[in-house]
């Protein structure tokens, strides 16, 4: 008979039973399941409600089966419905009548948002730290190729030139941003429900805040009916998890292009590719399309969790049992996700001839090409409209703006003279982009300072969290 089986005649049916079990899934919790006991029943007992004696057996106790789980040798039984029923179960075997008085004041409510919010704040350090390790991959693949020039992209046309360090910093921006979702998930979760009981808080003298101290939350949640029922903070982790990995397919969809025989820009490692089982010649991407197609299952668990959340009443309702599966399936695909990720970059080869090169095709002159004559008067529009003329030409020739003679650009306009040559100059075109946040050389090496900076800061925040973290490990 179920702990709970005291109001019942009739045993749960096996169909029913397996159903209803979220052991699968909540097993993985037992640590913060541990925990969340311990800190309850050393509350109790500084309370006054169980006795010192219990309270150290119920420590005990707890101590040896979370040795027993981690050590192979724990066995979870088919009665048991989730990792609460199957931890109190066996303590109460092992050191009975005090293993009964555990659950003095609290509730599987209470109980089950404490151990996820507990996992989830862990999760989330751990994102924090595998997304500051690809940030600072990406930095220094940038210092490292500093003066690597390729086509920047419109609409997946050659737009301007720009240097490979800009566009690898772009994406070290995005992680950034990404760092700090995930650190404000991580702040979303810090708030401890334990006390709350089932729905109504209980009449037993509870020390909210000593239990809150003693797992590491900063505070507790105000509402009981809200602390039982609230599940925004895996939310906002969802959330993290998607953007992250939306940024993780756009880099991963560039490792593809550019490592195709069109591009030619980047050369990834063998141990970062795959073979063919018919041809012998490829050499393929695959971890970088994995990337991109794992990104779909993590956008699906954000929206199941949304769809559903989104008709529960208060308080506690069962369908709330299926809040962690996706939350522990989309943090750990991230995890590996972005682990992949930082090892692909680390270990390619970036062909910097090639990207030098492909600078000479597509025009990307057009632009510094009509600010020459913007700068001399004309109005930009009718700058453009000339240059556009300019290159109808290079198209019908086969040629590029570059291949032009002095005579050509005049024929155009008289304002062009005979120093239009240093507006073609792909590096001096790249040198004189320096306004903030631009592809100079300047300005990319200002930004990499800020990058640094930013690093710094983050492993200050990230130190902070993995301390706060380990209070309840």
């Not at 996992?119 to 390790?133: C, V």
């Not at 946040?437 to 300072?449: E, I, M």
Request: include cysteine; hydrophobic fraction near 40%.
């Amino acid at each position: 008979m179920a702990l709970w089986g005291g109001r019942f005649e009739v045993g749960v049916a096996t169909s029913t039973q397996e159903f209803g079990a979220s052991l699968p899934v909540d097993k993985h919790l037992y640590r913060e399941d541990i925990a969340g006991s311990k800190a309850h029943a050393a509350m109790l007992a500084c309370q006054g409600i169980i006795s010192d004696a219990d309270a150290l057996a119920i420590r005990d106790g707890l101590d040896a089966i979370k040795e027993d789980i981690e050590a192979g040798a724990f066995t979870f039984s088919v009665d048991d419905e989730d990792i609460h029923m199957a931890i109190e179960s066996e303590l109460t075997r092992r050191i009975g009548e005090a293993g009964k008085r555990l659950h003095t004041g609290r509730s599987r409510n209470d109980q089950v948002a404490t151990d996820t919010r507990l996992a989830a704040k862990h999760l989330a350090g751990q994102l924090m730290e595998a997304t500051l390790k690809l940030g600072r991959v990406l930095v220094e693949t940038a210092e490292s190729h500093s003066g690597a020039i390729l086509p920047g992209y419109t609409h997946l046309q050659h737009a301007q030139p720009v240097l490979l360090a800009h566009h690898l910093l772009a994406y070290s921006w995005m992680f950034k941003r990404d760092f700090d979702r995930q650190k404000n998930a991580f702040d979303a979760a810090d708030a401890c429900p334990l006390g709350a009981a089932a729905l109504a808080g209980t009449s037993y003298p509870l020390d909210r805040r000593m239990t809150a101290f003693e797992l590491g939350f900063t505070g507790v949640i105000p509402n009981s009916l809200d602390a039982v029922s609230d599940r925004d903070f895996l939310l906002d982790l969802q959330y993290a998890c998607s953007v992250c990995a939306m940024h993780l397919s756009r880099l991963a969809e560039e490792i593809v292009l550019w490592s195709s025989s069109e591009f030619g820009f980047i050369t990834l490692s063998d141990a970062y590719s795959t073979g063919s089982s018919i041809m012998p010649q490829k050499k393929n991407p695959d971890f970088a399309e994995l990337i991109r197609g794992k990104t779909g299952r993590v956008y699906g668990n954000l929206m199941q969790l949304l769809v559903t959340m989104k008709g529960l009443p208060l308080a506690y309702n069962k369908d709330l049992q299926e809040d962690k599966e996706g939350m522990l399936d989309s943090t750990h695909t991230l995890l590996q996700c972005l682990d992949v990720m930082a090892g692909m970059i680390s270990t390619a080869t970036f062909n910097e001839d090639v990207m030098r090169r492909a600078c000479d095709r597509g025009y990307l002159a057009a632009t510094d090409v009509a600010d020459y004559l913007a700068k001399r008067g004309m109005p930009f529009r009718e700058a453009h409209a000339v240059v556009g003329h300019l290159v109808l030409v290079c198209e019908k020739r086969g040629c590029d703006l570059v291949d032009l003679t002095s005579e050509d650009f005049k024929q155009a306009s008289n304002l062009f003279g005979d120093d239009i040559a240093g507006a073609l100059d792909i590096e001096s075109i790249v040198a004189a982009r320096t306004t903030e946040g631009g592809t100079s050389p300047k300005a990319v090496a200002q930004q990499l300072k800020l990058c640094r900076t930013a690093i710094v800061a983050a492993e200050a925040m990230l130190e902070l969290v993995h301390t706060h973290d380990a209070m309840n490990r």
